[in-house]
């Protein structure tokens, strides 16, 4: 693991919204390989500025950032890296929460 950032740091919390009944909708098999997808897209993302993964469940991140910029673009980035990307069911909700 990378040394966490110290100092004011902005820490960024992500968390599928509907996980379960996009879970059910895709069945196990489709759902985990949505879900490897899913945090390769994160965790770039995170990384690409400076983001340093705390603790990880589920389907949910914990990641420190050594500034709120910082975080602030990797939350961008996520989710357009979600939108664009080959995520069935999940693309399509945040495009419309982004309007």
Known sequence: MRELPRGTVTFLFTDIEGS??????L????????????RRILRQAFADDGGVEVDTQGDAFFVAFPTA???LRAAAAALEGLAVGQQPGWGRELRRERR
């Open 20 to 25: 379960t009944r996009l879970l059910r909708e």
């Open 69 to 71: 910029p910082g975080a």
């Open 27 to 38: 069945g196990r098999e489709h759902y985990a390989e949505a879900l490897a997808e899913h």
